[in-house]
């Protein structure tokens, strides 16, 4: 540039001739337009520049020379006066660069308006182009000339290459049926591409049909290879059928080989290429069962199947015990269940990537699980249980379905090849069937309701064995004494054990069940259970037992509950009547309604005894009554719903439970009769022992002959109060305290007490001071009777019981009073006989109850009991006599 030129000529000028002024620094624009330039810097390399060395140097050890500013002042007067050129030589640059860039400018919009116009051209040519495509044609219809003749090449290139297959078949044909050979096949199946491998495979097939068509002789077993035909003897047939299958076969054994090694290698991609030919081949199964039956799986479990089922023995007797929980499902056939689910899930990626045709292979590995390794597993399970018990077969088979049924659902919420999607319907309708398919052999019929009736008899007759014999050896006591003498009791009881045991020793029963059943019946568990006195039978093994009731429960709970989860929901309403009917049998009939024909024959026996009756047989009213409400319960709330899918299960169900609640209700209104009858028949027999003179004591003068008046009661009414309280007592403790049963049962007992003390005090005569014995006893039979929880009606204000009261007062109020008693009608004259004798209970306790409430004595009554006092024949007596 011209000024740095001038620059550098008066910088060699000062270089020639030495100037007396200091020079100027020397900058062009590169000095400004520098990343690194700062203006503080550049204004001190100015001040640098402008101070002599000397002066600077001076300037180091003294201040005392004055400061001379003319330097610094033509430094920066020269750098103002270059700065100054430096800025017009930058304006013209960028004078020249700004014409620069408007011509770049224009010339820019000259070449978008041509672009433009170009686009537009080209869109009117395309549009110009689609219109006449699809211009309408000769005939007046539409149509797509591009798309029409695109189908037309493509129809031309099909048709090129099946005009080339067939080629290729006809020149394979003619090579086949005249020379005997298969080289085309052969270089294309060696081609090493897997659709080279899928065209041999067709081809092949299709050899195979033009073969049966035009060499039948080949495919006619009457005539074997090398035939002269033509009666020529030098040319021999050749058999078209054996040298094409001999080809197939040798392919498909290529394909196989080649799968198996692309599974060892895991290529999937490869395995998918090879499945594919088989597939389109001979449908796929002979890869199929190569990939099902090489699994690692089938072969790791081979030799586990076959194991035998252990377990140790504390495990299985717990498995074979009513009363324990079942310890879940057997170990090994866990272990086996929880390997499926691990294989199958992994496996079925595998199978997804390995074959276009994946669920069909699923379905095979799943069948070939299920059918084989399961199915074996479960066989040997199950086996094993029923050697130990029959309770632990039904234990088992409900473990292991259980379990299964988990394994099907863990697979379907899987989703195994469409995992992580939903399963595939398919998939899961076999999954529901092989599930099926492994226990259809333990549900067949009522196989399987047999077997739980089965369980539960034995169960029932072994905890009721104590009892039915201790009932057999009642029911058969001698009612003579030449029969008596025949059989005695110990001989009965080990009839009844040697045919238990005998039941036991068949073959129908393992050691394991045989030892359960001893131990629920409550027999010694040893070897010698031969011995005759080995039982033991007590009062008490009679008696009905609660707690016995709620085991019986118990299992019935368990089995009905395994039903349901094993057997079908429509073999429900049959399966819950079959076990309804064994309930009602074995616990209605031969626990509960055995116990009460017990306690009734006993109650019947008490009626004609001289001493005082037992009345121990009402203990098993308690519980007969509370097994009764517990069994009608389980009835009510578990059986019969369940069958309530068939209405006529459901109403015989309702009829068999409604016969025998009435039996049982008929059999405890007929024990309670009794008892009332042999309470009535006892009080009876106490009354017949009161003396005659108890109500007539003779008064005497000394103060030792008045002691009478100091007793309370008679010796009788002491007897009876005494009999009355223990029977109230025994009553309390065997009835259920719930309910009405005690509050009729004791009214009908007082309202048959009350009708015998009325008659029995019209039978002895009093004197004045008996009189006070009669208000003692009467006040003391009332009390006792209206201490007890009987009718309100008959032991409340004018109740019933009053009249004891009432006919009390008769022997000790006066002539005068007697009559008010009479003008006022307290003694009422309605000539109702609900004081009178021969009051029926026949017609029912309520109805004698309400029958008797409030009624009063009859003018007939007060004349009986009047006239047995001693001073019935006094003017004042007669003149009461002549009112009534």
């Known amino acids: 540039m011209p000024d740095t030129a001038s620059l550098h000529s008066q910088s060699g000028r000062s270089i020639a001739t030495r100037s007396i002024f200091n020079k100027g620094p020397t900058f062009t624009l590169e000095t400004f337009s520098n990343r690194d330039f700062i203006v503080k810097d550049f204004i001190e390399s100015l001040s640098d520049t402008a101070i002599p060395s000397a002066q600077r140097r001076s300037g180091a050890h003294g201040s005392s020379q004055?400061?001379?500013?003319?330097?610094?002042?033509?430094?920066?007067?020269?750098?103002?006066?270059?700065?100054?050129?430096?800025?017009?030589?930058?304006?013209?640059?960028?004078?020249?660069?700004?014409?620069?860039?408007?011509?770049?400018?224009?010339?820019?919009?000259?070449?978008?308006?041509?672009?433009?116009?170009?686009?537009?051209?080209?869109?009117?040519?395309?549009?110009?182009?689609?219109?006449?495509?699809?211009?309408?044609?000769?005939?007046?219809?539409?149509?797509?000339?591009?798309?029409?003749?695109?189908?037309?090449?493509?129809?031309?290139?099909?048709?090129?290459?099946?005009?080339?297959?067939?080629?290729?078949?006809?020149?394979?044909?003619?090579?086949?049926?005249?020379?005997?050979?298969?080289?085309?096949?052969?270089?294309?199946?060696?081609?090493?591409?897997?659709?080279?491998?899928?065209?041999?495979?067709?081809?092949?097939?299709?050899?195979?049909?033009?073969?049966?068509?035009?060499?039948?002789?080949?495919?006619?077993?009457?005539?074997?290879?090398?035939?002269?035909?033509?009666?020529?003897?030098?040319?021999?047939?050749?058999?078209?059928?054996?040298?094409?299958?001999?080809?197939?076969?040798?392919?498909?054994?290529?394909?196989?080989?080649?799968?198996?090694?692309?599974?060892?290698?895991?290529?999937?991609?490869?395995?998918?290429?090879?499945?594919?030919?088989?597939?389109?081949?001979?449908?796929?199964?002979?890869?199929?069962g190569l990939f099902v039956n090489q699994h690692q799986f089938f072969i790791d479990r081979s030799q586990l199947i076959a194991e035998e089922v252990g377990g140790d023995a504390e495990t299985w007797e717990k498995l074979a015990d009513p009363d324990a929980d079942p310890p879940g499902v057997e170990p090994s056939l866990q272990s086996l269940v929880d390997e499926v689910k691990v294989v199958v899930q992994e496996e079925s990626t595998i199978i997804k990537r390995a074959f276009p045709y994946y669920e069909q292979v699923l379905d095979k590995f799943l069948q070939r699980i299920f059918q084989q390794s399961i199915q074996q597993r479960l066989e040997m399970v199950l086996d094993k249980a029923d050697s130990v018990s029959s309770l632990a077969f039904l234990r088992s088979l409900q473990t292991a379905r259980s379990y299964i049924s988990g394994l099907v659902d863990d697979m379907k919420a899987h989703g195994l090849t469409e995992h992580p999607e939903t399963i595939s319907s398919k998939t899961a309708i076999i999954l529901d069937q092989q599930l099926e398919d492994l226990f259809v052999p333990y549900f067949g019929g009522s196989s399987y309701i047999e077997r739980e009736k089965k369980n539960l008899e034995e169960l029932y007759t072994s905890l009721t064995f104590k009892f039915t014999t201790f009932h057999t050896r009642r029911k058969k006591a001698a009612t003579t004494f030449m029969s008596s003498l025949a059989k005695s009791g110990s001989e009965l009881i080990n009839s009844a054990k040697d045919a238990y045991i005998g039941r036991l020793d068949s073959l129908d029963f393992t050691p394991t069940q045989k030892r359960t059943?001893?131990?629920?019946?409550?027999?010694?568990?040893?070897?010698?259970?031969?011995?005759?006195?080995?039982?033991?039978?007590?009062?008490?093994?009679?008696?009905?037992?609660?707690?016995?009731?709620?085991?019986?429960?118990?299992?019935?709970?368990?089995?009905?509950?395994?039903?349901?989860?094993?057997?079908?929901?429509?073999?429900?309403?049959?399966?819950?009547?079959?076990?309804?009917?064994?309930?009602?049998?074995?616990?209605?009939?031969?626990?509960?309604?055995?116990?009460?024909?017990?306690?009734?024959?006993?109650?019947?026996?008490?009626?004609?005894?001289?001493?005082?009756?037992?009345?121990?047989?009402?203990?098993?009213?308690?519980?007969?009554?509370?097994?009764?409400?517990?069994?009608?319960?389980c009835i009510n709330t578990v059986l019969i719903p369940l069958a309530a899918g068939n209405i006529t299960i459901r109403r015989d169900m309702e009829k068999k439970t409604s016969l025998t609640m009435n039996r049982v209700e008929d059999k405890v209104n007929s024990i309670e009769q009794k008892t009332v009858d042999v309470t009535l028949s006892w009080v009876s027999r106490l009354l017949s022992g009161q003396k005659k003179n108890d109500f007539r004591p003779k008064e005497g003068a000394t103060d030792g002959d008045t002691a009478w008046l100091e007793t309370l009661q008679t010796p009788t009414c002491a007897s009876i109060s005494t009999f009355l309280t223990r029977l109230h007592n025994t009553i309390l403790i065997s009835l259920p305290s719930s309910g009405s049963n005690i509050k009729i049962f004791l009214t009908e007992i007082a309202l048959g007490i009350r009708t015998l003390l009325l008659e029995h005090f019209k039978r002895f005569p009093v004197n004045g001071p008996g009189g006070l014995m009669v208000t003692k006893d009467m006040t003391r039979y009332a009390d006792l009777l209206r201490s007890w929880d009987i009718d309100d009606a008959v032991k409340g204000v004018g109740g019933a019981l009053d009249v004891l009261l009432e006919v009390g007062s008769l022997f000790v109020v006066g002539p005068e009073a007697l009559r008010e008693r009479v003008r006022a009608g307290t003694t009422g004259t309605s000539g109702r006989g609900g004081g009178g004798s021969g009051t029926s209970r026949t017609g029912g306790q309520g109805s004698t109850a309400q029958g008797t409430a409030g009624a009063g004595l009859t003018v007939q009554e007060v004349r009986a009991y009047v006239l047995r006092r001693e001073d019935s024949g006094t003017v004042g007596m007669q003149s009461v006599f002549n009112a009534l």
């Not at 014409?99 to 051209?121: F, Y």
């Not at 044609?137 to 099946?162: F, I, M, W, Y």
């Not at 011995?531 to 368990?558: Q, V, Y």
């Open 66 to 288: 004055p400061f001379d500013p003319k330097p610094l002042i033509r430094t920066f007067e020269h750098a103002q006066r270059r700065m100054v050129e430096l800025s017009g030589d930058l304006e013209l640059r960028e004078n020249e660069l700004s014409a620069a860039v408007r011509r770049a400018e224009a010339q820019h919009a000259q070449n978008v308006s041509s672009l433009g116009r170009k686009l537009n051209q080209t869109i009117e040519s395309f549009q110009k182009l689609d219109t006449s495509l699809n211009a309408p044609g000769s005939g007046g219809s539409g149509g797509n000339v591009a798309v029409e003749t695109g189908k037309k090449l493509e129809e031309l290139d099909r048709q090129r290459r099946r005009a080339l297959d067939a080629h290729f078949l006809i020149e394979c044909w003619d090579e086949v049926s005249n020379r005997g050979e298969m080289s085309l096949l052969e270089n294309l199946r060696r081609s090493g591409s897997g659709e080279g491998k899928v065209r041999s495979a067709h081809i092949a097939r299709q050899l195979l049909r033009i073969s049966q068509r035009l060499d039948p002789a080949s495919w006619n077993e009457n005539k074997m290879n090398g035939t002269p035909v033509n009666d020529s003897p030098t040319a021999m047939r050749i058999n078209t059928r054996e040298i094409i299958e001999k080809f197939s076969e040798t392919l498909e054994k290529d394909l196989l080989k080649q799968f198996d090694d692309f599974y060892r290698k895991a290529n999937f991609d490869g395995m998918r290429d090879c499945a594919a030919v088989l597939h389109d081949f001979n449908g796929g199964a002979s890869v199929v």
């Open 517 to 633: 059943l001893l131990r629920v019946a409550g027999l010694k568990e040893n070897a010698d259970l031969q011995k005759r006195d080995d039982i033991e039978l007590t009062e008490e093994d009679g008696h009905l037992s609660i707690a016995f009731a709620k085991r019986m429960i118990k299992w019935l709970a368990e089995g009905v509950g395994r039903d349901l989860e094993l057997s079908v929901s429509s073999e429900t309403p049959k399966d819950v009547s079959a076990l309804l009917n064994m309930l009602l049998s074995m616990m209605g009939e031969g626990y509960i309604e055995v116990a009460l024909d017990g306690a009734l024959e006993a109650a019947s026996g008490q009626e004609s005894t001289k001493t005082e009756p037992d009345f121990s047989y009402l203990r098993d009213l308690r519980a007969a009554i509370s097994i009764t409400h517990l069994m009608m319960t």
